[in-house]
């Protein structure tokens, strides 16, 4: 059988982000917000996490599995995996390829496909309620079954699944400029799931707890990955990463044991992430961190029910990252319905306080599904799905127009990045052949995460070089998980 997986880049969407929503580009206007967006735009992240998988999954039954990007190859199956932003864009295709190849079954899978399936109305398509993966494992059972909403479930243990199969995607593109130097660049994951309860958060919408994998599962796929893709750097796309530490342990003893040293990052929250932790997997190949900081509100905090970091010990850990020669992308949220023009400068002010190597500011976004979405129906301005790419204002605001939002929101990347102060702090990281020639010096004690004193070394802030190269991409982090 002839399977393809069809995908497509509109609107420059990344879809493995914001729990599978999806986010977008940053677009700016001035020159200086120009340079930004062309840092963003150098990237070209891996097609979904789950299209690998399904990939490896429907080879295996012995199908013939290609990738189409904006294609309409014939096929007997057709499985689409769209973001929110491009939703109307794949309904659109989805149409045309029903009428193209009328015998063909076309099948939607993800988050919009489960949080969403009445978008689908109307449209010649078989929408599937759980995870993707699901998908490979009931596949007869899915195309023997004509209703057009079907539920597939979760996967019970991540073990199970096999290694993501990117031989029919262009994996020697696959790169991530923010995390790392070395490509091409794999994703994978050790954990699925949040146990955090932010009320605006789209990856607890299916499941509202952390399922966890083996360290010898992680080792043998980061091998077998290295081994037969080339990838090496890997992005581990765990919405929050290491929740119990004799994983981690686990995970650092595997990565030790491949046979050549990796770069890779991870997604998870600073109390996790203590100087022990984070120098374990430095040694390893860590080379970035990404953390949502969000605003430094508490009250805002606490009113979506995000948990605020006690005692802000943010500074001190972006210092100690910084000095074990690891990257922090933080990602800082604007554009809540009572957000002032003060409040919004005052995120920016504690992003230049805080001084990570990439902060990402995004236009909160209400995702569907979500129990913000619910609370602040009311105060939605547009449900154009293609406007939701976290980058867009979509929201009514008490104090601010949309326009303003669009021209504060642009005015934070911009003064964010063109200063001495974020070279002077991040310039190893731009440029990090020549950082090797300076070693650090050590810094006074810090308290850093829960309950952790340790000595960390500051980064040597001596003479700066006049030319910052194309490294200094600013990061596509989503604040409310990548």
């Not at 997986?5 to 020159?31: C, E, I, N, P």
């Not at 146990?195 to 080792?219: D, F, M």
């Not at 003064?415 to 702090?425: H, N, P, S, T």
């Not at 190269?469 to 600013?474: F, L, W």
Request: proline content about 7%; some cysteine; hydrophobic content about 40%.
């Amino acid at each position: 059988m002839d399977v393809v997986l069809w995908d497509t880049r509109h609107g420059g969407a990344y879809k493995d982000f914001a729990g599978g929503f999806g986010v977008g580009t940053f677009r700016g206007q001035s020159w200086r917000a120009k340079i930004i967006e062309a840092q963003y735009r150098g990237d070209y992240r891996s097609p979904p996490l789950a299209f690998g998988y399904l990939a490896a999954q429907l080879r295996a039954k012995g199908h013939d599995v290609r990738y189409a990007l904006d294609e309409f190859p014939q096929a007997d199956v057709y499985i689409f995996n769209p973001a929110l932003m491009t939703l109307p864009y794949e309904r659109q295709q989805m149409r045309v390829i029903a009428e193209r190849f009328p015998q063909a079954r076309l099948l939607v899978v993800g988050q919009v496909a489960s949080t969403m399936p009445e978008e689908f109305d109307g449209v010649p398509v078989t929408v599937l309620n759980g995870e993707p993966e699901q998908l490979g494992v009931l596949w007869e059972t899915v195309l023997e079954t004509p209703l057009e909403r079907q539920v597939i479930g979760t996967v019970k243990t991540l073990d199970d699944l096999p290694f993501p199969d990117w031989a029919p995607f262009p994996h020697a593109k696959f790169r991530v400029t923010y995390d790392f130097w070395k490509f091409p660049t794999g994703y994978i994951q050790s954990s699925r799931g949040c146990a955090l309860s932010c009320s605006y958060c789209p990856y607890i919408i299916l499941e509202n707890k952390v399922r966890a994998r083996s360290p010898e599962s992680v080792g043998a796929e980061l091998r077998q990955q290295i081994e037969r893709f080339g990838f090496q750097s890997f992005k581990f796309r765990d919405p929050l990463f290491g929740t119990k530490k004799k994983q981690i342990e686990g995970i650092v003893d595997e990565i030790g044991r491949l046979p050549r040293k990796i770069q890779f990052s991870v997604e998870s929250r600073i109390e996790i992430l203590t100087y022990d932790v984070v120098k374990m997997l430095s040694e390893v190949g860590l080379t970035s961190v990404t953390v949502g900081i969000e605003t430094p509100s508490v009250d805002t905090l606490k009113k979506y029910k995000r948990a605020p970091i006690k005692d802000d010990k943010q500074n001190a850990f972006v210092d100690m990252c910084r000095g074990l020669g690891v990257r922090v992308v933080s990602g800082f949220m604007i554009g809540f319905p009572e957000d002032t023009r003060e409040t919004v400068r005052q995120v920016l002010r504690y992003a230049k306080q805080v001084n990570p190597f990439a902060a990402n500011f995004n236009i909160c976004t209400p995702y569907p599904g979500t129990h913000w979405m619910t609370e602040v129906s009311d105060q939605v301005a547009s449900r154009d799905w293609s406007r939701y790419d976290v980058y867009t204002p979509n929201m009514k605001y008490q104090h601010l127009t949309t326009d303003e939002v669009t021209a504060l929101h642009e005015k934070c990347f911009t003064q964010y990045y063109f200063r001495w102060d974020y070279l002077k702090a991040n310039w190893r990281f731009l440029l990090p052949g020549v950082s090797a020639l300076f070693p650090a010096k050590a810094a006074p004690e810090a308290v850093v995460g829960a309950e952790t004193k340790a000595k960390i070394p500051a980064p040597h802030l001596g003479a700066m070089l006049p030319v910052i190269t194309n490294e200094s991409a600013a990061g596509a982090s989503c604040s409310n998980h990548e």
